[in-house]
Each structure stands twice: as structure tokens, then as C-alpha cells.
């Protein structure tokens, strides 16, 4: 199976959501289904069909989360040493050529992608065309929105 390339905090996030499903979810679950047993004939018990539907949502998100974290590669952007390029794990700051505005993103794995909060998936467009430039580099895009220029005003390892 490919390795799976996460952040220091992508890969904690995981491992916090994989510690709730497991010590909370999971026994949670269990008692629902206790008690949905409780109420007696299980063919028309609209709460045991819901819990066991919970139950089989939660189990596979452990097994998925399990196989992430089993398969991750972790990297630490501040301990990256490539000379201001642009790479997995780096804030880039960047100038749209066409407005003048400026946006900050971080290129992150799959998992940890928020464009909300500036992390970009590294399989999307734009870190696509990022990869590998440097400073002062001009990055073009093909959006949703149509063809952009991005001039990389500064690459950070935090």
C-alpha cells in the first residue's frame, strides 16, 4: 500500500479522532444497542436498526483511520531543509497577478485539507503547479474558476 504523506498535526488529528471513536463512540454505541435490546422484538425496532447502523459507521471509520495512520508519512515542515521550494508541508505565500491579493496556504495531505482555513490538499491544482517552484517564481493554475497566475511571494517551513 502507498504511504500517505501528513503533517506532524495532520497525523494528531487522527489519532485523537481514532482515541474518541474508540473510548467514547464505540461504548456509546454499545450501549445503545443494549438497551435498544431491552425493548424486546428486534424485526421492527427502529433503535437497534439505527444503533447497529451507527455501530457498522463507527467500526469502519476506526479500521480506515487505523489504516492512515499505519500507512502515513509523517512529515515535519520545520525540520525540512530544501532551500525555499516549494513542498509538501510549506505555507506558501502567494500574489494573484490579476487582483493583487494576497493568500497564504499550507500544502497538506488529503486527509488535512481546509480551504477555510488555508490548507490545501497537496493532489489539488494549485499545489500541484506549486511543487518544486521557488520565491519569486510565478505558479499558473488551472481552476474551477478559469486560469490564474500566482506569483509566490514567500515559502515558510512551520
Known amino acids: 500500500m502507498n504511504k500517505i504523506p501528513l503533517t506532524v498535526t495532520g497525523a494528531d488529528q487522527l ?4 482515541h474518541r471513536l474508540k473510548t467514547v463512540e464505540r461504548p456509546s454505541v454499545i450501549t445503545a444497542i443494549q438497551e435498544a435490546r431491552s425493548h424486546g422484538d428486534l424485526s421492527e425496532n427502529a ?3 439505527a444503533a447497529k447502523e451507527r455501530q457498522g459507521f463507527v467500526e469502519g471509520r476506526i479500521l480506515e483511520l487505523e489504516g492512515k495512520i499505519s500507512n ?3 512529515i515535519d515542515p520545520a525540520k525540512l531543509d530544501v532551500d525555499g ?3 509538501f508541508g510549506a505555507t506558501v505565500e502567494l ?3 490579476e487582483s493583487g491579493k494576497s493568500v497564504a496556504y499550507q500544502i497538506v495531505g488529503d486527509d488535512e485539507a481546509d480551504i477555510k482555513i488555508g490548507k490545501v490538499s497537496v493532489s489539488s491544482p494549485i499545489a500541484r503547479a506549486l511543487i518544486g517552484k521557488y520565491s519569486g517564481d510565478v505558479a499558473e493554475v ?3 474558476g478559469g486560469f490564474k497566475e500566482f506569483e509566490i511571494i514567500d515559502v515558510k517551513y512551520v
Open 72 to 74: 502515513a508519512q509523517i
Open 142 to 144: 488551472d481552476t474551477p
Open 47 to 49: 433503535e437497534y436498526d
Open 85 to 87: 521550494r516549494c513542498v
Open 15 to 18: 489519532r485523537q479522532e481514532l
Open 95 to 97: 500574489e494573484d497577478l
